[in-house]
């Protein structure tokens, strides 16, 4: 096959593997640009030039070609990501490094491969040659023919090998891009070196296999294959299990990242619990000094109407109208719920002055459980996040309400609201809108975590009716584990 049809081949290989390393690299960053199709084709261009020319300037450098080859390429990547993306350069030398040692740590699966088909193509071409022989066929159609069809072979064979490169390498890429954090992720220096460390030990491993099989009589890897047949299995398993060690240092990445923002929701809730008990012991006092007061304020108001009464039974008409109101002003002071707990009594009484001052009609049928089994801490947690949710969210109607069913505590909380909700990557929570998400959006997770205490869950449903959107929490609680 003539060296224009080879790199011809090359070049057209170095396109789709720049089309590859661009839909790759938008996986990580974000998007500086207008046209993503416009934007794809300039970063293939670029790329297939720059590595063909490379790959040209290269070739004779044995035994260092590749090493020299693998450096331009990196440099390139990471050049090509900071002027088509938004500049972040720990995401940006993630995406040139593992990118440019699965491209080419895959070479050691597919060159035996290739190794392989010639190896039995030759006896496949003998065999054909003899059977023309013997029929008859002249020598030289038969040097024509061979002259074709070797290079009709030789480019399958190329060309094959290198679309089994490719696809391996995307399999490898969307398994890294499926386990890695989303791009609102910051990556930090030793975040960086985690994950880059596995991507620079498969290229070495990959550059120190080339560079021994280059200084044996200085032979190609071809012959390494006749002389250790067992090459033909090894390498290939060894290149694969390389890439699987750089997904799986993706997997543990993320797995450290999720575990570090469990551990920093844990805290946060530690500490919402810290305030509750606080507030609670507070509410407690004030709750029970309410009380008192209550009761000495309308004894004190009986007896000055009394006295009134007898002093000045005929002109008493401003005096009574200002007893009247200071019994109103009491009578504001008595809560419209009686839940059973003088906390989750605060937390509803609480909700339904939010409410109305929002002009959000409030409904409330809250009772505490008859035995009193749980934890008035982690109850407080569910109905005070759950009712904040709510006051927030509404624009029409809120409800809340509590029934019992056997040894099953249930708590149920509804809310109109607008808008649209946006659920995290499991699609089982909503989270947050507000600008800073760290400090927001814990209130439903928090729930969610009270509630496995007592061997319990949460569900929500939100429908639609007549164009109004209901959001509806159901809270389960059994016993505590």
Known sequence: ????????????????????????????????????????????????????????????????????????????????????????????????????????????????????????????????????????????????VMQVANDAALLVIVAGCRVLQLGLLALCLRGIVGFFPPKDYALRLHDSLFLLFPCAVALVIDLTVRMMALSADNSALMLVYDRVPETLLLLPMTSLLLLGMIVSSVMLFRGLVQAKDEEQKRLLLEQSVAGVHREVEELQGVYADLKGLRHDLRNHIANLAAYVQRIAPQNNTELSAYLGQMTDAVARLDFADDTGNPITDVIVHQARRDAEKKGVAFAADFHWPKDGRFDIYDVSVILSNALTNAVEAATREISVRSYEKGRLFFIEAANDFTGTLHWDETGDLPVTSKPDAAMHGMGLANIRRCAQKYKGEMDIQVTEEDGQKRFLLTVMLYEKV
């Open 1 to 144: 096959m003539s060296d224009m049809t080879m790199n011809a081949l090359d070049f057209l290989v170095q396109l789709a593997a720049g089309a590859l390393s661009f839909w790759y690299a938008a996986k990580f960053l974000q998007a500086d640009f207008e046209s993503r199709r416009w934007a794809a084709l300039r970063w293939a261009a670029l790329y297939a030039i720059v590595q063909f020319g490379v790959s040209t300037l290269t070739e004779g450098w044995k035994p260092y070609e590749r090493f020299f080859a693998i450096v331009p390429q990196v440099a390139l990547l990471f050049l090509l990501s900071g002027a088509f993306f938004e500049k972040d350069k720990y995401r940006q030398m993630f995406v040139a490094v593992s990118f440019a040692s699965g491209w080419d740590i895959l070479r050691f699966t597919v060159s035996p491969l290739a190794h392989a088909a010639f190896g039995a193509w030759g006896p496949a071409w003998a065999w054909a040659v003899n059977e023309a022989v013997a029929r008859g066929v002249s020598a030289e159609t038969v040097l024509s």
